[in-house]
């Protein structure tokens, strides 16, 4: 049994004991969420779409923790100008086991 679900934004194929890494969410650690954007659910060769949600359908997890990704750095440069730019950014994610 596999379902296809819409969390925070993003599109992922869930079945039940799988850890996810989402980007963050507005929920503290330890703390139950569920997701109702259920748009598609698979059990035993049975598919259910969903127009765009399938009705009655949702999915729970537990966010164990918030985690920070790894920095990524990016670098401009005319050459021969001087011009040279350096930005870097982390991503936050959460890391959620499905119930």
Known sequence: M??????????????????LLVNRLNA??????SFDKVLMV??????????????GAKVEAT??????GDKVIVFKKK?????KKEK???CDSALIPLL
């Open 28 to 33: 503290d650690e330890k703390e139950v969420i």
């Open 79 to 83: 050459r021969r100008k001087g011009y």
């Open 42 to 55: 698979e059990d035993k060769g049975k598919v259910t779409l969903g127009t765009p949600a399938v009705d």
């Open 2 to 19: 596999y379902a296809i679900v819409e969390i925070a934004g993003q599109q992922f194929k869930v079945s039940k004991d799988q850890e």
């Open 88 to 90: 870097s950014t982390d």
């Open 63 to 68: 966010v164990v923790t918030h985690l920070r």
